[in-house]
Structure formats: structure tokens, C-alpha cells
């Protein structure tokens, strides 16, 4: 059986390659970008409540952080 792959780039390189030819289509084409600012942001948020919640002993909700 073939090795797992345990480095999140040789895990997700399919991903990242076509995450790239989308959003080199909407520059060369004039189109929106499938994925927004607002897309990346929210599993920052996630993180950052999660860690407080870790560090704080208690249940943190998404809109304390944002």
C-alpha cells in the first residue's frame, strides 16, 4: 500500500492547482473570483474562537471575535 501522505501540500495539490486555474480564469476573463476575502476570513474566525476557548475554559462565540 502506498504511503499516506502527511504534508498538507502533497495532501491538497490537486486542490491548490485548481484553486489557481479558477482564479487565473477570472483575472484573464473578467470575472469574479470564486473565492472571496469573506470566504477566507471565516475559518480565521473559527481558529481565533477556538484557541479562546481552549485558553479561557469556555464557550466562545463566533461574533466575539469578528
Request: avoid cysteine; aromatic fraction near 10%; hydrophobic fraction near 45%.
Amino acid at each position: 500500500a502506498p504511503k499516506p501522505l502527511h504534508f498538507f501540500i502533497e495532501r491538497y495539490m490537486d486542490a491548490y492547482i485548481e484553486e489557481m486555474r479558477q482564479f487565473i480564469d477570472a483575472v484573464m476573463n473578467d470575472k469574479p473570483v470564486p473565492v472571496t476575502g469573506a470566504d477566507g476570513r471565516a475559518p480565521l474566525v473559527m481558529a481565533e474562537a477556538a484557541w479562546k476557548s481552549v485558553r479561557e475554559g469556555r464557550l466562545v462565540r463566533l461574533d466575539e471575535i469578528e
